[in-house]
C-alpha cells in the first residue's frame, strides 16, 4: 500500500514545512531534509470527505494558525500540546457562505489579512485575541465603478508584493490593491477596449495582467497607465491559452494553458521571447489547472489535486521536478483513525461508504 500526502500550499519556517495535506484533515508538520513527517493534529470540524479544508498555514508564537478554504473556522493549534480551538469566521451581511475560500492570508505583526474571492470583504484576525473584524470600506467604491452588485467581486488569484495584496476584478477591467500596512486600497482601471483580464503578477511598479485574447499587458502603477502589451497569438492555438505569470529575476515566465510549455518574456525586452519545454509528467494532466502557489521567491508549487501530483517550479534554472511525499506506516495507522474519527455529513453520504472513502485516500491512485 502506497500513501502519500498532498497540499496546496505550505509554511516553511527553518527546518520545516507545515501544511494541511488536501486529502486528510489534520495540520502535518515536514522535516526538510529527510521528509520525516509529524502529525501535529487532527480536525473534526469538518467531514472527512471534504477535500482541501485549509489551504495557507501561518505560524504566530506557538500558535500554528489553518486558514479556511472549504471550511468556515479558523483552526488554531498550540504546537507544544496540539490542544484546537475553532474559531468561526463573521458572516458577511449580504449574504451567508458556506465556505470562505481563503485563497491567501498574510501575517502583519500580530494580525493575519485573510483575502478569498468568495468572501465580500477582508477577514482582519488578531492572533492574540483570537478575535476577527471584516474590513469592507472599499465595497461601495467597488460598487460604483462595477455599475452593479457583484457576488464575486475578484479572480481566485491574489498576488502579495511588499505588503500589498493584487487580485483582479471581476466586474470591470482593473485591479484591486490593498496596503495590509495601513489598510488603504486603490482601483488600477485597465483602459484597453474589450480587455478581459485573467491573470496577474507584480514586479516592483510594473504589474503584469495576462488576457483571454493571448496578450500580456504591462501596466506602470506609478504612472497609472499601461506602458506595452505584449501579443503571445502567434505563440498560442486558441483563446484564453495562458495558465499562469511567474517574476523571476531578469524575465516573465509564462506557462500556456496546454502545460507543454512555458514562454520566457525578458523584462528589458519584453517582446523578446523564448519557449521552453516542460517535462511529460507535468504536460500529461493537461485537462487540469493546476493550484499555484509561489512558497517562496525562487520555488513555485503546482498542484494537481484531481491527479493526487504536485510539482515544483524552480526559477534559477527554469526546471520543474515532481514531488512525492509519502506516509511511512510508523506515521498514523491512518485506516484506524479515519474509522475512528471520520464524520459522514447526510449529503456526502448518499451512495458513498466510509470504506469507499478510506479505499480514496490511502491506495495509490
Known amino acids: 500500500m502506497k500513501s502519500h500526502f498532498i497540499y496546496i500550499d505550505c509554511l516553511t519556517e527553518g527546518d520545516y514545512k507545515y501544511y494541511v495535506p488536501g486529502n486528510c484533515n489534520?495540520?502535518?508538520?515536514?522535516?526538510?531534509?529527510?521528509?520525516?513527517?509529524?502529525?501535529?493534529?487532527?480536525?473534526?470540524?469538518?467531514?472527512?470527505?471534504?477535500?482541501?479544508?485549509?489551504?495557507?498555514?501561518?505560524?504566530?508564537?506557538?500558535?500554528?494558525?489553518?486558514?479556511?478554504w472549504h471550511s468556515t473556522d479558523f483552526i488554531v493549534v498550540d504546537e507544544k500540546t496540539s490542544n484546537i480551538k475553532y474559531i468561526k469566521i463573521p458572516q458577511m451581511n449580504r449574504a451567508k457562505i458556506k465556505h470562505a475560500f481563503f485563497f491567501e492570508a498574510k501575517l502583519i505583526g500580530s494580525q493575519i489579512y485573510a483575502f478569498g474571492y468568495n468572501y465580500c470583504g477582508i477577514l482582519k484576525f488578531d492572533c492574540d485575541t483570537l478575535e476577527s473584524k471584516i474590513l469592507d470600506n472599499?465595497?461601495?467604491?467597488?460598487?460604483?465603478?462595477?455599475?452593479?452588485?457583484?457576488?464575486?467581486?475578484?479572480?481566485?488569484?491574489?498576488?502579495?508584493?511588499?505588503?500589498?495584496?493584487y487580485t483582479i476584478c471581476t466586474a470591470f477591467p482593473g485591479i484591486f490593491e490593498f496596503d495590509l500596512e495601513n489598510e488603504k486600497y486603490h482601483f488600477f482601471c485597465i483602459e484597453k477596449e474589450g480587455a478581459k483580464l485573467s491573470?496577474?503578477?507584480?514586479?516592483?511598479?510594473?504589474?503584469?495582467?495576462?488576457?483571454?485574447?493571448?496578450?500580456?499587458?504591462?501596466?506602470n502603477k506609478q504612472k497609472n497607465e499601461i506602458e506595452?502589451?505584449?501579443d503571445l497569438n502567434s505563440w498560442c492555438e486558441k483563446e484564453d491559452s495562458i495558465l499562469y505569470l511567474v517574476v523571476n529575476k531578469e524575465s516573465i515566465d509564462v506557462f500556456m494553458g496546454d502545460r507543454k510549455n512555458v514562454l520566457i518574456l525578458s523584462k528589458k525586452k519584453p517582446d523578446k521571447i523564448v519557449k521552453i519545454n516542460l517535462p511529460?509528467?507535468?504536460?500529461?494532466?493537461?485537462?487540469?489547472?493546476?493550484?499555484?502557489?509561489?512558497?517562496?521567491?525562487?520555488?513555485?508549487?503546482?498542484?494537481?489535486?484531481p491527479y493526487s501530483?504536485?510539482?515544483?517550479?524552480?526559477?534559477?534554472?527554469?526546471?520543474?521536478?515532481?514531488?512525492?511525499?509519502?506516509i511511512p506506516q510508523n506515521v498514523l495507522n491512518m485506516k484506524q483513525y479515519l474509522r475512528m474519527h471520520a464524520i459522514l455529513d447526510e449529503d456526502s453520504s448518499k451512495g458513498f461508504s466510509l470504506d469507499n472513502y478510506i479505499k480514496m485516500v490511502l491506495e495509490e491512485t
Open 26 to 68: 489534520c495540520l502535518v508538520k515536514q522535516r526538510i531534509a529527510d521528509n520525516e513527517l509529524e502529525i501535529i493534529a487532527y480536525f473534526s470540524n469538518m467531514p472527512v470527505t471534504q477535500k482541501c479544508t485549509y489551504r495557507k498555514v501561518i505560524k504566530w508564537k506557538e500558535k500554528i494558525i489553518c486558514i479556511p
Open 138 to 165: 472599499w465595497i461601495n467604491a467597488y460598487r460604483i465603478k462595477a455599475s452593479y452588485d457583484a457576488e464575486v467581486m475578484f479572480t481566485p488569484e491574489m498576488i502579495f508584493h511588499n505588503n500589498r495584496l
Open 199 to 219: 491573470h496577474i503578477n507584480v514586479d516592483e511598479n510594473l504589474i503584469y495582467i495576462s488576457t483571454k485574447n493571448n496578450e500580456i499587458i504591462i501596466f
Open 228 to 230: 506595452q502589451i505584449v
Open 280 to 305: 511529460k509528467a507535468f504536460v500529461k494532466n493537461s485537462s487540469v489547472i493546476p493550484y499555484k502557489s509561489e512558497i517562496d521567491s525562487e520555488t513555485v508549487l503546482f498542484c494537481d489535486f
Open 309 to 326: 501530483e504536485m510539482f515544483v517550479y524552480t526559477k534559477s534554472n527554469r526546471q520543474i521536478t515532481q514531488l512525492s511525499i509519502n
